[in-house]
RNA sequence: GCCCCCGUAGCAUAGUAGCUAUUGCGGCUGACUUGUAAUCAGCAGGUCGCGAGUGCAAUUCUCGCCGGGGGCUCCA
C-alpha cells in the first residue's frame, strides 16, 4: 500500500501501482472527466502514470496553468501528428503551450498556405475522433536516435540532452522526442482551432534556417473555445488602428512610416495626459527639463550609445561632423547635471523630461502607435546615494500605482536581476538588487523575479498593466545605471566638503511612452474615454435649424470654460445625429429645442443609450467641471 | 531585416486578361425643419500602391520596389 496526501492535507491509502487517473475517479467522477495531468511531490506526471510510492498527490483540470499547459502542449503533438500524416517528408523541431495557446515549428519544402492550414486542422479533429491514446516510453539516448532517425532536427536534441536516458511518446504510429506529461488520449482535446501562419527560426536565432511556425489553440469544450473567439473579436473591434481613423485621433502615412500624426481630438489626449503627468510630478517633487533631439556623436561615444545601438539610431551630418537624433534622453540629462557642483543636500535630485526620441526600429516590428520610430517618453533621471535607493524605489512604485489607478489598471512587477553580460563589481550589483526588493516590498507589493533579465548596467523593475480585455502590457520602467554615472564621471559634494562622491542614477517612466500608452487607452476603453480625458465631452445637437443659435450659445459658454463640446447642426434628422454623436463616442449628448429654449435647460443622454434627462444649461455645466476636476 | 498574407474612391467592399470598374457608408447639392441609434432624391469622387516585363490587350499574370497585417522571447 502507498500512501498520499492531497493538497488539502488529507491523506488516503491506496494499491502500489494505481495510475494518477483512478486516484482522481476515486475522489469523484467529475475530477476524473476534468483531470488532465497530475502531481506526485514536485514532478508532474501523465495521469496513466502507475504510483509506486508516498507522496504528495495533486490533480490539475483545464482550470490550473499546469493542466492548461499540458492540454495546450498536447495540442501541439496532436498538429504535427496531422502534419507527418498529411506530408510525410516534414521535419519537425519544436511545439510548446505558449499563453494563447500553442505552436509547432516545421521545416517544409514548400510554404503553407491558408488552405494548409485548414487541411491540417480537419486531419487534427480526425485524429482527436479516432482517440489515441499517448504513450510514454522511457529509453536511452541511442535507442531514441533510432526512433527519431529521420528527424534532424530532434536528433540533434537527443544529443545535446545532459541525461543518457530520453521520454518520448508515442500515439499510433507516431513518435516524439518530448519531456511529457501528456493528457492521456487525444480525444480529450475537444476543441481546436489553427488560428495563424508565421515565420520563426530555428532556436529563434536569424542566423539559423527559417521555419514555419503553426499557431492553434486549444480547449476542453467549444463554449470556450467560442469564448476565446469572441475575445478575438472584441480585440478587433477595439483595435486603436481602426477607432483611431474612425475617432479622429490619429493617423500614419506612407510617406513616414511609423512616425505617428496627431490630430487635433489624438493630440488633446497627449496634452491632457502630459498636463496630468505634470501636475502629479510636481507634487512628487520633479523639476522638468527639455534637452535637444540632435547631439554629437562625441556624446554618444562617451556614452557608449555608439558602440552599443548605433544600428538604431538616425544619423546626420552638420558642418561635416557626425551628429545623431537621441534615441534615449539620458546623455543629454548628464551634461546638464555636471554643469555645476551638486550638494549631498539637493539628493534625491529628480529631474523630469519628456524627452522626444527617435529609434530606427526594424519595419517589420512597427505596429500601429504600439511600436513606432519616434515617440516621447515620460522619461525621469533620478540622481541619489546608495542610501536613499531604498526609500525612494517605494516611493516611485506608489507614484506609479497612484497613476496606473487613474486608468482603472491594475498592474505586477517584474523585478530583472544581473544578466551574463555585465559591468560593475558583484557587489554592487548585490546591494542595488538587494535594494530595488526591499523598495518592492517596503511599497507592500508583490514581485516577480526575471533571473538575469536586467540591463548589462543595472537591475531593473518593469510593470506590467493589465487592460480591460486581461491583455498585459509592459509600461513603466525603473532602472538602476552604474554605468553613465561613471562614463560621465558624476559627482556631489559630500558633508566632508569633498566633491567627488558618485551619485547613484535611476531612469524610470510611468506611461513608458506618450503614442503607446494612448494606444493602450484607446483599447482599453474601446474608445469610450473618461470624461476628463474624452477630446470629445459634449456634443451638442439642436432639434432644427432655427434651434442652433441657442446650440452655439450654450457651446460658447462651456468652452468657455474649458469643456470640449461641438455643435452637430447639419439639418439632418434628430435619430441620425444621436446615433452619429454615439459613434463620435461623445459623453454626453444634449438635445435641445422649443422646450429647452422656452426653460433655459438641455436634454441630456449618454453615449450609452442612457437617458439622463433635462437640467438647466448652467447647472449642467457646474457638473460637468466638477466631474472633470475630479477626473471621473 | 527575414517568412507568410494583403494593397481597388476618405472608409469598408465586389469583380474581371477585353465595352464607360461594383456596392454601401462618408462628402457635396436639393427637398424635408425633423424630439433621442441611420429621411428621400441627385451629383461628384478611382492612372485598381509604384515601376518594369510578358501579351493584340494587364487593375487582373510575372519580377522588383513601397506600404500595411500576422509572426520571428515562450523550447524535446
Redesign the pocket.
Same mark, same amino acid.
Given at each position: 500500500m502507498i500512501k498520499l496526501t492531497f493538497p488539502d492535507g488529507k491523506s488516503k491509502q491506496y494499491k502500489k501501482g494505481i495510475t494518477a487517473l483512478e486516484v482522481a475517479k476515486s475522489i469523484g467522477p467529475r475530477l476524473a472527466q476534468d483531470a488532465i495531468v497530475a502531481k506526485l511531490d514536485n514532478e508532474l506526471i501523465d495521469l496513466t502514470t502507475k504510483i509506486n510510492k508516498n507522496g504528495k498527490f495533486q490533480i490539475f483540470t483545464f482550470k490550473e496553468p499546469e493542466g492548461r499547459e499540458t492540454f495546450k502542449?498536447s495540442a501541439s503533438?496532436i498538429l *504535427?501528428k496531422a502534419a507527418k500524416r498529411l506530408f510525410p517528408q516534414i521535419k519537425?523541431?519544436?511545439?510548446? $503551450?505558449?499563453?494563447?495557446g500553442f505552436?509547432y515549428d516545421f521545416d517544409f519544402k514548400r $510554404?503553407?498556405?491558408?488552405e494548409d492550414l485548414n487541411k491540417l486542422e480537419s486531419e487534427m479533429k480526425k485524429i482527436i475522433k479516432e482517440d489515441i491514446v499517448f504513450e510514454r516510453l522511457d529509453v536511452k539516448k541511442n535507442e531514441?536516435k533510432k526512433l527519431q532517425k529521420d528527424q534532424p532536427y #530532434?536528433l540533434e536534441?537527443?544529443d545535446e540532452?545532459?541525461?543518457e536516458?530520453?521520454?518520448?511518446?508515442k500515439h499510433g504510429k507516431f513518435v516524439?522526442?518530448? !519531456?511529457?506529461p501528456h493528457v492521456p488520449s487525444t480525444a480529450k482535446i475537444k476543441a481546436v482551432k489553427l488560428?495563424?501562419?508565421?515565420?520563426?527560426?530555428w532556436?529563434?536565432?536569424?542566423k539559423n534556417k527559417?521555419l =514555419? !511556425?503553426v499557431?492553434g489553440v486549444a480547449f476542453p469544450d467549444k463554449k470556450e473555445l467560442n469564448q476565446y473567439l469572441h475575445l478575438l473579436e472584441e480585440a478587433k473591434k477595439r483595435?486603436h #488602428?481602426?477607432l483611431g /481613423?474612425?475617432l479622429e485621433l490619429f493617423s500614419?502615412?506612407?510617406? $513616414?512610416?511609423?512616425f505617428p500624426f496627431w490630430h487635433p481630438k489624438g493630440l488633446h489626449l497627449y496634452n491632457t495626459l502630459v498636463d496630468y503627468w505634470r501636475t502629479e510630478h510636481k507634487k512628487e517633487g520633479y523639476v522638468e527639463i527639455s534637452t535637444p533631439i540632435i547631439l554629437n556623436k562625441t556624446l554618444w561615444e562617451k556614452s557608449g550609445h555608439w558602440k552599443l545601438y548605433k544600428e538604431n539610431m538616425y544619423l546626420t551630418k552638420i558642418d561635416n561632423q557626425d551628429y545623431s537624433i537621441k534615441p534615449m534622453n539620458c546623455p543629454g540629462g548628464m551634461l546638464m547635471y555636471k554643469e555645476r557642483v551638486h550638494s549631498y543636500k539637493e539628493l534625491p535630485l529628480r529631474v523630469g523630461e519628456l524627452g522626444l526620441v527617435h529609434r530606427h526600429?526594424?519595419?517589420?516590428?512597427?505596429?500601429?502607435l504600439?511600436r513606432v520610430r519616434a515617440f516621447t517618453q515620460d522619461d525621469a533621471h533620478i540622481f541619489m546615494t546608495e542610501k536613499q535607493i531604498q526609500s525612494e524605489i517605494t516611493r516611485l512604485i506608489k507614484f506609479t500605482e497612484r497613476i496606473y489607478k487613474m486608468f482603472g489598471f491594475e498592474y505586477k512587477i517584474e523585478l530583472s536581476t544581473r544578466p551574463e553580460k555585465s559591468i560593475g563589481t558583484d557587489k554592487q550589483w548585490e546591494t542595488t538588487t538587494k535594494a530595488l526588493e526591499e523598495g518592492i516590498k517596503k511599497a507592500g507589493k508583490q514581485y516577480y523575479i526575471n533571473e538575469g533579465d536586467g540591463a548589462f548596467y543595472g537591475p531593473k523593475i518593469d510593470f506590467h498593466i493589465r487592460d480591460a480585455l486581461n491583455r498585459t502590457w509592459q509600461c513603466g520602467t525603473i532602472q538602476l545605471d552604474m554605468s553613465m554615472p561613471e562614463r560621465f564621471k558624476l559627482t556631489y559634494m559630500g558633508e566632508d566638503g569633498e566633491d567627488k562622491h558618485q551619485p547613484v542614477m535611476i531612469h524610470r517612466t510611468i506611461y513608458g511612452s506618450l503614442e503607446r500608452f494612448i494606444g493602450i487607452l484607446v483599447e482599453h476603453y474601446a474608445g469610450k474615454f473618461p470624461l476628463w480625458l474624452s477630446p470629445t465631452q459634449v456634443r451638442i445637437?439642436?432639434? $432644427?435649424?432655427?434651434?442652433a443659435d441657442y446650440a452655439y450659445k450654450i457651446a460658447k459658454a462651456y468652452d468657455a470654460k474649458g469643456v470640449r463640446v461641438e455643435v452637430d447642426s /447639419?439639418?439632418?434628422?434628430?435619430?441620425?445625429? @444621436?446615433?452619429?454623436?454615439?459613434?463620435a463616442k461623445a459623453n454626453y449628448?444634449? @438635445?435641445?429645442?422649443? =422646450?429647452?429654449?422656452?426653460k433655459g435647460t438641455?436634454?441630456?443622454?449618454t !453615449?450609452?443609450?442612457q @437617458?439622463i434627462g *433635462?437640467k438647466k444649461a448652467d447647472e449642467f455645466l457646474k457638473q460637468l467641471l466638477k466631474e472633470i476636476n475630479e477626473k471621473k
Open positions: 502542449h503533438h *504535427a519537425l523541431t519544436i511545439g510548446p $503551450a505558449v499563453e494563447d505552436y $510554404a503553407f498556405t491558408p531514441a #530532434k536534441m537527443i540532452l545532459g541525461d536516458q530520453c521520454t518520448l511518446y516524439d522526442l518530448c !519531456r511529457g488560428t495563424k501562419l508565421a515565420g520563426a527560426y532556436r529563434g536565432d536569424a527559417q =514555419q !511556425r499557431y483595435d #488602428k481602426k /481613423r474612425d500614419f502615412h506612407d510617406e $513616414a512610416p511609423g526600429e526594424l519595419s517589420g516590428t512597427l505596429n500601429g504600439f445637437l439642436p432639434v $432644427a435649424d432655427r434651434f /447639419r439639418t439632418e434628422s434628430i435619430s441620425k445625429k @444621436v446615433r452619429d454623436g454615439q459613434l449628448i444634449l @438635445v435641445v429645442g422649443e =422646450q429647452e429654449i422656452k438641455v436634454a441630456i443622454r !453615449r450609452d443609450n @437617458v *433635462a
